[in-house]
Antibody, heavy 124, light 106 residues
Framework: EVQLVESGGGLVKPGGSLRLSCAAS????????MNWVRQPPGKGLEWVSS????????YYADSVKGRFTISRDNAENSLYLQMSSLRAEDTAVYYC?????????????????WGQGALVTVSS | EIVMTQSPVTLSVSPGERATLSCRAS??????LAWYQQKPGQAPRLLIY???TRATGIPARFSGSGSGTEFTLTISSLQSEDFAFYYC????????FGQGTKVEIK
């Protein structure tokens, strides 16, 4: 069964940095686009960033561009999100999500499996 | 950015009744539209992709329709486990989610 396990969340001061990790198992990690989605407490879902299977294509939401960096290690079946210059509005549960298909093109870009999430709290 | 608008914000339905949720895109997303279910304290779960294809293990009472800018998720006969939040997502041009619809017990 596909498993995605996030780690690295916690409490950080405004302006600080944090690195999230997502450990993947039970699928060919190096064949799939991977994604980060966040959810502020009591609010809806917001797409954060996506990285293609070979890391050749990387995308960010405007709200995090220039502050967050997505990366992956296919040898370690791991996805990362380096977050810097953190703000109070970055407080959220951060989910790692697997792309739905190994095919390229928009039709494959839904998210079929999600981790349980890691809580990031930005507060002084 | 493509804006996704869901309606209603809250839907009150009795068990066994039909629920119809709507999602509108600010520009065409073709059929690149997914629906997710989320219960409190849990991660989202994929229900529908490609506007109308049920994901693995999703019961037949869930169905999706639409294309372009107008989409619908229908739950034909609500079960107790279906009371939750539902989000639509376009993935035609990057990714954006609707604000969600809460399906609650009437």
């Amino acid at each position: 069964e596909v498993q995605l396990v996030e780690s690295g969340g916690g409490l950080v001061k405004p302006g600080g940095s944090l690195r999230l990790s997502c450990a993947a198992s039970a699928f060919n990690f190096n064949s799939y686009t991977m994604n980060w989605v966040r959810q502020p407490p009591g609010k809806g879902l917001e797409w954060v960033s996506s990285i293609s299977s070979s890391s050749s294509h990387i995308y960010y939401a405007d709200s995090v561009k220039g502050r967050f960096t997505i990366s992956r290690d296919n040898a370690e079946n791991s996805l990362y999100l380096q977050m810097s210059s953190l703000r109070a509005e970055d407080t959220a549960v951060y989910y790692c999500a697997k792309g739905g298909s190994i095919l390229t093109g928009p039709a494959s870009r839904y998210f079929d499996y999600w981790g349980q999430g890691a809580l990031v709290t930005v507060s002084s | 950015e493509i804006v996704m608008t869901q309606s209603p914000v809250t839907l009150s339905v009795s068990p066994g009744e039909r629920a119809t949720l709507s999602c509108r895109a600010s520009q065409s997303v073709s059929s690149n539209l997914a629906w997710y279910q989320q219960k409190p304290g849990q991660a989202p779960r994929l229900l529908i992709y490609g506007a109308s294809t049920r994901a693995t293990g999703i019961p037949a009472r869930f169905s999706g329709s639409g294309s372009g800018t107008e989409f619908t998720l229908t739950i034909s006969s609500l079960q107790s486990e279906d009371f939750a939040f539902y989000y639509c997502q376009q993935y035609n041009n990057r990714w954006t989610f609707g604000q969600g619809t809460k399906v609650e017990i009437k």
